[in-house]
């Protein structure tokens, strides 16, 4: 990096100590103004920051352009930002009327440098870094977003904070185009569309748990039918395994240890069950229905599993968290000098899915975290397998430490969307340790025993999550080929509408969605709203349409496309719907 971009955001460094010198100049804005409010913690996070605090008000509109005000304020008085340590009796002096602070201060442990920064008069218990200047920060690029509600330290039976949200740039321009993507983002929200289009539903009566309409259930199994035509290509075999069993295999798996406070429970015949969370045991049980060979290896097992796992309600988030959802998963078992010709072809048919959709994407390898089973020695091989295997055939990974799963190292996939925001969906992860724990194994080519090793791997992610990433990178405009709707028929008169139920009867017959619109409306209000609907092509058919035995079709996007043939149109259809083309 040269030594001018350090200073600028593409510098994720200079970026965060930004956002986190912002944090500080919200917190002493929200102290000239109200000094009553007590202040808890104000990180900065990756697009922006926040503060939590104690306020005898709720923080409304009005007040937020308030801070935004005495911010810009700070700002043009350019004060320097100044660090310095205390002991702990003189930190605690310090803070002595801020208890959030005092708790922070006592729960360092001994020896620890106690630091503060300080800004003009305000002070704030920070472990830094931050800028030298408040007059880095450009005022009129500031913007205070929203106001949520909070638990101190994440606690429930704790205070409730407020937590006030901000961002930052060091241009006015950038602010803006920000804004601008934020406001586009809220219209993409795919629980709005999912809503208008009638796809999915949530209920009180079943929180976390999505409803599937009949439309939402069309772009599912669209969803599961290419996900089984991409998978007997790649040659899988298809497998389901049980919702619920003993705890004894949990415990033996080591989610029962590791995971149990987000698996449901149950009991039947005084034994203890959980609802899996997790589809991979099942995979090494079937395994272990036969005796396994070398030659039988890899042994690749596809499963659209349902699992539940217990979030908390306050975590739930549409599609993208939910408490019950299908993972397209795969577990394959395979010996250890199969695993880089193994994975570099997960990933081929992994850039294979995201390029039909139109996703680019970033691969991010997580090495072994602290909770963690298995040797060191282990882990080391298998982070160096998937790192060879990337390298292998020219793409590149980022390196993201101590964020592998709990019995191995796992490549992220994280796809791209039109807005640019990031969302992480498939992962290749590598287990040395389950194999060994359920004692699996198969004959090598010497007639000896070995324990093979197992790949677990998804590439939607879970079909519900997906489902909610691709809603809001089309906005609900799905291409022709996933629509739950391929064709509206628009009559233009009712002299036309026999022809229109014609037409249709005619696509239903080559498998097409088809639907007509048989209302008693103009035709510029039947057009405008399949546009609201977001289906692909419109058919308009009237009297002249009746006379030449034509159809008027209209795209979405592209408008009239002139009259021509039914077979014209239909083959046109057919080769955007095979093909997969993004339109």
């Known amino acids: 990096m040269s030594e001018e971009s350090k200073f600028t955001f593409e510098n994720e460094e200079y970026r965060h100590t930004y956002w986190h010198s912002c944090s500080h100049i919200m917190a002493q804005a929200v102290k000239r103004l109200w000094p009553e409010v007590k202040l808890a913690i104000g990180p900065a996070i990756k697009e922006g920051w926040y503060y939590d605090m104690l306020a005898p008000f709720a923080f409304t509109p009005e007040h937020m352009e308030k801070i935004e005000e005495e911010m810009r304020k700070i700002c043009k008085e350019k004060l320097r930002i100044e660090r310095f340590e205390l002991s702990r009796e003189e930190a605690l002096e310090l803070m ?3 208890p959030f602070k005092i708790e922070l201060i006592n729960d360092l442990p001994e020896g620890e440098p106690i630091s503060f920064y300080k800004q003009g008069e305000f002070t704030d218990l920070c472990a830094g870094p931050h800028l030298d200047s408040t007059g880095r920060v450009k005022g009129n690029a500031i913007k205070l977003l929203t106001c949520n509600a909070a638990y101190w330290r994440g606690d429930s039976s704790r205070e409730t904070l407020q937590r006030i949200y901000g961002i930052a740039f060091p241009k006015k321009d950038e602010l803006d185009e920000y804004l601008e993507r934020i406001e586009e983002a809220k219209r993409r929200d795919h629980r709005k569309i999912g809503k ?12 976390g748990f999505p409803f599937y309409l009949p439309k939402g259930m069309v772009l599912r199994n669209g969803l599961i039918d290419y996900w089984r035509q991409i998978h007997k290509k790649w040659d899988y075999v298809e497998i389901m395994t049980p919702q619920i069993m003993k705890r004894t295999l949990w415990e ?7 995971y149990k406070d987000n698996m449901y429970t149950t009991v039947i015949e005084d034994e203890d069950y959980a609802i899996k969370p997790m589809n991979c045991p099942g995979s090494i049980l079937v395994y272990q229905t036969a005796p396994r060979s070398y030659k039988d290896l890899p042994l690749r097992y596809g499963e659209l599993g349902i699992v539940h796992r217990h979030e908390i309600s306050g975590a739930l988030h549409g599609m993208f968290r939910v408490r019950c959802f299908t993972q397209d998963d795969a577990h394959i078992l395979l010996a250890k000098e199969q695993i880089q010709d193994e994975v570099v072809r997960i990933t081929r048919l992994i850039d294979e899915v995201y390029n039909v ?8 390898l997580s090495t072994m975290p602290e909770d963690h089973i298995g040797t060191r020695e282990d882990w080391e091989k298998a982070e160096n397998a998937l790192a060879d295997a990337i390298t292998s055939i020219g793409k590149t990974y980022e ?10 190292p796992k490549l992220d996939f994280h796809v791209t969307d039109c807005l640019g925001r990031v969302w992480q969906c498939g992962t290749i992860q590598l287990d040395y340790q389950l194999p060994g724990r359920f004692g699996i194994d198969y004959i090598d080519a010497n007639g000896e025993k070995q324990t ?3 790949i677990h791997r998804v590439v939607y992610g879970s079909i519900e999550r997906f489902i909610g990433v691709i809603t809001e990178h089309f906005a609900g405009a799905f291409p022709t080929w996933l629509a739950p709707v391929q064709v509206k028929i628009l009559p233009v008169t009712d002299r036309a509408l026999d022809y229109a139920k014609g037409i249709k009867a005619r696509l239903d017959d080559k498998g097409y969605r088809v639907e007509v619109d048989d209302r008693s409306e103009k035709i510029g209000k039947k057009i405008r709203d399949a546009q609201m609907q977001k289906i692909p092509y419109m058919l308009i058919v009237g009297d002249r349409d009746i006379e030449n035995q034509t159809v ?7 408008g009239d496309l002139g009259a021509m043939s039914f077979e014209e149109f239909e083959s046109m259809l057919c080769k955007v719907v095979e093909s997969k083309e993004l339109k």
């Open 96 to 98: 002595k009327d801020e």
């Open 196 to 207: 208008e289009l009638e796809l999915f539903a949530f209920r009180d009566e079943a929180p």
């Open 252 to 258: 033996t798996s080591g989610h029962w240890d590791h």
């Open 357 to 364: 959709f139109g996703l680019p994407y970033k691969i991010v």
């Open 399 to 408: 390196l993201n430490p101590g964020d592998g799963a709990f019995y191995g």
């Open 452 to 454: 093979p090793v197992m």
């Open 552 to 558: 008027s079709p209209r795209h979405r996007s592209e």
